[in-house]
C-alpha cells in the first residue's frame, strides 16, 4: 500500500453514521454532483488530532502508539458530540465540508500535547488554526455545489440531531492514509 502520511486521531464508530452517509450519497447521485461532491470514506471515519509525514520512523510510530494508548485511558471518558455542519474554505469558496463537535477544550489538548512531542512544522495541515472536526466530504466544484449547500445542509442538520443520542468515540489511534485510494483511506495502524 502507498502511504502519504500519517496522523494521530480519535476513531469513531460508523454505525450511527451510516443513515448521514447514505442520504448524502442519495442526494448526490440523485442531482448528479459526483463530479462536484466527493464523500469522506465511511470506513475511515475519526477526528484529526495531529499530521505526521509519510517518514515516520517505526520507533517513532511506537511511540506515538504508545502515547496513544495511555491517553484513550487517561480520556476513556471522552465524548465528543456532533454540534453542527460547516465548511473550510479557500478565497470564497468551499472546499470541505464537516461536522463541529462538543469538548473542543479536551481535543485542543490532545492536540497541543502532540504538536509539542512530535514537532511536524511541514505537514501542510499542521500549518492552519486547529479545528476539531468530522469530515464529511469534499468539494471539487464549489460553484456546482452552491446551488445544493441549502438542500445539504438540512439533511445534515437532521441528522446530526439523531447522532446526538449516540456514544461516537471508539478511541486514540494512530493512521496511515493511503491518498491514491478514492475516496481517500485512513486506516489504524
Known amino acids: 500500500m502507498q502511504i502519504t502520511s500519517y496522523f494521530i486521531g480519535i476513531v469513531l ?5 451510516v443513515t448521514l ?14 463530479d462536484a461532491v466527493l ?6 471515519l475519526h477526528i484529526s488530532l495531529y499530521y505526521f509525514d509519510a517518514t515516520l520512523t517505526e520507533d517513532q510510530k511506537k511511540a506515538v502508539k504508545e502515547d496513544a494508548e495511555h491517553l484513550s485511558l487517561m480520556h476513556e471518558t471522552l465524548e465528543v458530540s456532533p454540534i453542527k455542519g460547516s465548511y473550510f474554505n479557500k478565497g470564497t469558496n468551499n472546499t470541505l465540508c464537516y461536522i463541529t463537535c462538543s469538548q473542543t477544550e479536551v481535543l485542543e489538548k490532545l492536540h497541543s500535547f502532540f504538536t509539542k512531542k512530535y514537532l511536524s512544522p511541514n505537514v501542510p495541515e499542521n500549518q492552519y488554526a486547529y479545528i476539531p472536526h468530522l469530515s464529511l466530504f469534499t468539494i471539487l466544484d464549489s460553484d456546482k455545489y452552491a446551488q445544493h449547500k441549502k438542500a445539504v445542509d438540512q439533511i445534515i442538520i437532521e441528522e446530526i440531531e439523531l447522532l446526538k443520542k449516540y456514544s461516537l468515540v471508539k478511541d486514540i ?14 486506516i489504524p495502524v
Open 173 to 186: 489511534q494512530l493512521f496511515q492514509v493511503n491518498s491514491l485510494f478514492s475516496p481517500e483511506i485512513q
Open 13 to 17: 464508530e460508523n454505525a450511527p453514521f
Open 39 to 44: 464523500l469522506q470514506n465511511i470506513l475511515s
Open 21 to 34: 452517509f447514505v442520504r448524502l450519497q442519495q442526494y448526490i447521485k440523485k442531482h448528479k454532483l459526483e
